[in-house]
């Protein structure tokens, strides 16, 4: 199966970054290759327990940046970004999951469920194809995963 140019782009970032990542004990939770406003962004999201800081952000970019510069693999100019995960970031890979079992999530659905495409509840289990939340009133739902739009972990102000 081929890759897309940004799937490559995204990949190469993360090989390169596993070293990093490892050396300082932090966790890579996604590399991102997108398009906004006209300008490419490469975005790493890194993480560790008690949260990630500015100089942590910086210590990963200042590396990862030189690293990009020695492999240049990468044919368009860009905006390289560390960051931490953030808040409400969305959950895409099993590991994501894993580590969100038990935690109050939000799902956003394709299409209307039941009249709306709007779920808030716990994240109780998944597999490849499904996701399961207990809500409320501990009824469990199950969403297949092509129906899901976006899941995230939901935060209260």
């Given at each position: ?6 799937e490559s ?8 970054l ?7 004990q ?8 997108v398009k906004?406003g ?7 999201y890194?993480?560790?327990p008690g949260?990630?800081t ?9 590396a ?11 044919e368009?100019?860009?905006?390289l ?7 409400g970031?969305p959950?895409?890979?099993d ?11 939000e799902?956003?659905?394709?299409r209307?469920i ?6 808030r ?9 499904s996701?399961?939340?207990e809500?409320?009133n ?6 297949q ?11 209260d102000f």
């Open positions: 199966m081929c890759m897309s140019r940004r782009y995204e990949q190469k970032t993360e090989e390169l596993l070293p990093l990542i490892e050396q300082n932090f966790e890579l939770i996604d590399v991102e290759y906004e006209g300008s490419w962004y490469l975005r790493a890194i993480d560790k949260g990630i500015i100089d942590d952000c910086e210590l990963i970019s200042r990862l940046s030189d690293l990009l510069d020695e492999h240049d693999f990468i368009d100019a860009y905006i970004e560390v960051s931490s995960p953030g808040l970031r959950l895409k890979k590991r994501d999951f894993e580590r969100s079992i038990g935690e109050e999530v799902i956003r659905t394709f209307a039941e009249h709306r495409k709007e779920f509840g716990v994240l109780k289990e998944f597999d490849k194809n996701v399961t939340i809500t409320d501990k009824e469990a739902m199950l969403f995963r092509t129906d899901i739009a976006l899941i995230r972990l939901a935060f």
